[in-house]
Nanobody
Framework: QVQLVESGGGLVQAGGSLRLSCAAS????????MGWFRQAPGKEREFVAR????????YYADSVKGRFTISRDNANNTVYLQMNSLKPEDTAIYYC??????????????????WGQGTQVTVSS
């Protein structure tokens, strides 16, 4: 049974940093794409970043490019989202997600089969 458990959210001032973690369990994720999404109040869930667990290129939403970095730790089966230069508009619930890689690494949330419960990030101005 796949489990994705996020942690690391909190309250931070604008310009600050947070690192989110996603602990993955239940299977071997080497053939999976890991993604981060976020959902602000009253808005659709949107793509933030994704990477293949096996390595290779990463991909980011324009709104976070240059500020956020996705990475993974194989030894701990954990995916991270390092968030720097945070802005009030980054306030949202952040979700970790995964889909099996069959040739395309998607940014569309509809392609992701597994989701965590989310962690709240609040950026004050």
């Amino acid at each position: 049974q796949v489990q994705l458990v996020e942690s690391g959210g909190g309250l931070v001032q604008a310009g600050g940093s947070l690192r989110l973690s996603c602990a993955a369990s239940g299977r071997t994720f080497s053939s999976y794409v890991m993604g981060w999404f976020r959902q602000a109040p009253g808005k659709e869930r949107e793509f933030v970043a994704r990477m293949k667990w096996s390595g290779g290129s990463t991909y980011y939403a324009d709104s976070v490019k240059g500020r956020f970095t996705i990475s993974r730790d194989n030894a701990n089966n954990t995916v991270y989202l390092q968030m720097n230069s945070l802005k009030p508009e980054d306030t949202a619930i952040y979700y970790c997600a995964a889909h099996y890689f069959s040739g395309i690494a998607y940014a569309s949330k509809s392609k992701y089969n597994y989701w965590g419960q989310g962690t709240q990030v609040t950026v004050s101005s």
